[in-house]
């Protein structure tokens, strides 16, 4: 279970930038939530605060029943962080790797070799475990950090812009990824901007806009509450929204 309460960012400047804005939501085991939003809605920020790594200037957020701004090692062992800012060691193979990985997080030989053979499996990575991380392909690269995130079995899944700069195939298997993850029962936010990636795979959706929880709830909810037929069209309406506002308060 994931609980964000009033989660609140600020980063002080010339003027106070507020990056998320008393957002809260919450994600059940075996739920693929959508965090959605264009770039700079707040997304990564979000995830960041709910892993441990950002201190929210206000509100909380609780990781299967672990605050992470008073618990955060903890809920990192807790939790698999996918980022496509993530690199890989370019000298090392995915095997060596991923056993490095697996070792930080505390697993014995035996669970190393029982998770790193599943994973494998599950991501095809058994023709390049033993390359140089150096001669992958970028789909290829994208495999690993998958299995970099899941190698420790955690309960929690967070997935940030999982897709970007790959192409079909390598899009699907983020797909089936993430049907995979859903099938164990753990629980999973997906942010991306790609709408229409999104609808595909997530059972519940959180529209962020400037920072805010705009719109919540399953696709035919949010469809069903505001008249349009797809997310991208919800979104626009605030963007426009947003845009028009701008433009009587210069007027």
């Known amino acids: 279970m994931i609980i964000v309460h009033e989660l609140t960012k600020r980063f002080a400047g010339g003027d106070d930038i507020v990056a998320v804005d008393r957002l809260s939501f919450q994600v059940r085991p075996g739920e693929v939530y959508g965090l959605l939003g264009a770039n700079g809605a707040g997304k990564t920020t979000t995830l960041r605060m709910i892993v441990g790594l950002l201190t929210p200037t206000s509100g909380y957020a609780e990781v299967d029943g672990l605050r992470s701004d008073r618990q955060p090692d903890d809920v990192k062992r807790r939790v698999g962080l996918v980022s496509t800012s993530a690199g890989l060691y370019q000298w090392l193979s995915p095997r060596e790797m991923l056993e490095f990985f697996a070792d930080l997080y505390g697993l014995s030989y035996a669970q190393i070799r029982a998770n790193l053979d599943r994973i494998a499996k599950v991501l095809d990575l058994r023709s390049f475990l033993d390359r140089r991380c150096s001669t992958l392909s970028t789909g290829q690269r994208q495999r690993v950090n998958l299995a970099r995130a899941l190698i420790h079995d955690p309960p929690i899944m967070l997935l940030d812009e999982?897709?970007?700069?790959?192409?079909?195939?390598?899009?699907?298997?983020?797909?089936?990824?993430?049907?995979?993850?859903?099938?164990?029962?753990?629980?999973?936010?997906?942010?991306?901007?790609?709408?229409?990636?999104?609808?595909?795979?997530?059972?519940?959706?959180?529209?962020l806009h400037s920072g805010r929880l705009v719109e919540e709830g399953t696709f035919d909810e949010l469809c069903a509450r505001t008249g349009c037929s797809n997310l991208v069209e919800i979104m626009m309406r605030y963007v426009r929204g947003d845009e028009a506002k701008k433009e009587t308060s210069i007027a």
């Open 162 to 207: 999982p897709t970007r700069g790959l192409d079909v195939v390598g899009s699907q298997v983020v797909f089936d990824y993430i049907d995979h993850l859903r099938d164990e029962g753990k629980a999973v936010i997906v942010s991306t901007h790609q709408l229409d990636e999104a609808a595909r795979l997530c059972d519940r959706f959180g529209l």
